[in-house]
């Protein structure tokens, strides 16, 4: 893009009235095609060119999982920078950008949905169907290990389900708050943590996607097999960024790049896995780096999943 042409032809992507739409919906955060045809109520052919010419552009960046593929605005390069630049300047109370706007919350609102449903018929054997693909004994164990036998003030697990965070890392935290959107899920996570005699740990009724930040400022954030579920991620991160005091961690257990559509078909996931790329851009945007990042192999019955654990800090963090 340094070249006249090369400058004229960026601005040409951007310069149509769809595509400038597109890229305001990007800014709000990672969108599938099928997400942005309903959100426009246009053709998937139709908004596909569109989304091909802003990537060939430099606009945007495009990242395909197993049949579905998501877009985003591009995170760096000049392409970046004039993506930005625009979208900061679209009028928010304009009709079709209120309208868009209107129709990503209901698309959203129909995921979470769609998420929420499958938890509260899954709630009562939920620990049981995770152990089936994951190595979660060693994944546990490292989790655990991550906070190096020091007791912090709070931890906040987010998406805690069952609670089974809670437990295990009950002997690292003076206080634990686990946050879920699934009143079945925290029937069972009371339970369990008052069989286990767990008094200083407690959950509650929230939406992890839209955090109430008074619950921090936490010294921990916990976020367990809970970021596959959001179409977007980053967004997640940005939230679970606002919890944390100055010094403070994320630790991010989710699964690593896998094809097994079925777990999006039959068990609402929304992203394939997550690359260590995907991960260092979502926490840069988060104003987050990615401190550690280590991978424990599944055993091969289920197809070969991979479990990741990566820890993410401030960016003047030390080890």
């Not at 767990?198 to 400022?217: F, K």
């Not at 559509?261 to 991960?279: K, Y």
Request: net charge negative.
């Amino acid at each position: 893009m340094s070249g006249l042409g090369g400058l004229v032809g960026v601005l040409k992507a951007a310069g149509e009235s769809t595509r400038l739409r597109l890229l305001a919906l990007l800014a709000d955060g990672d969108h599938s095609v099928k997400d942005l045809t309903e959100i426009l109520d246009q053709s998937q052919p139709r908004v596909s060119r569109h989304l091909k010419l802003l990537a060939d552009a430099g606009l945007v960046e495009r990242h395909a999982e197993g049949a579905w593929a998501y877009y985003r605005l591009a995170p760096a390069g000049q392409g970046a920078e004039l993506a930005r630049w625009l979208t900061a300047r679209v009028d928010p109370d304009a009709p079709e950008r209120r309208r868009d706007q209107a129709r990503q919350r209901e698309a959203r609102a129909a995921q979470q949905a769609v998420a929420a449903d499958y938890f509260a018929k899954v709630a009562d054997s939920w620990d049981l169907l995770r152990t089936l693909h994951v190595p979660e004994v060693a994944v546990e164990a490292a989790v655990l290990a991550e906070l190096g036998g020091r007791k912090v003030d709070l931890l906040v697990d987010l998406g805690t389900g069952t609670g089974r965070m809670l437990e295990v890392l009950a002997p690292a935290y003076r206080h634990g708050i686990g946050i879920d959107s699934s009143r079945e899920m925290l029937a069972v996570a009371r339970s369990r943590l008052a069989a286990a005699g767990l008094a200083h740990a407690q959950v509650r009724l929230g939406d992890i996607a839209a955090l109430d930040p008074s619950i921090g400022p936490a010294d921990v954030v916990v976020i367990h097999q809970v970021l596959h579920y959001f179409d977007d991620p980053g967004r997640m991160l940005a939230e679970a960024r606002r919890l944390l005091k100055p010094g403070g961690e994320i630790l991010i257990v989710d699964f690593a790049p896998h094809e097994l559509e079925f777990l999006r078909t039959d068990h609402a996931h929304r992203r394939l896995g997550l690359s260590p790329e995907q991960m260092e851009n979502w926490a840069e945007m988060a104003g987050l780096e990615v401190l550690s990042a280590r991978d424990f192999p599944g055993d091969g019955k289920e197809r070969g999943l991979t479990v990741c654990l990566w820890r993410l800090g401030g960016p003047n963090k030390t080890e």
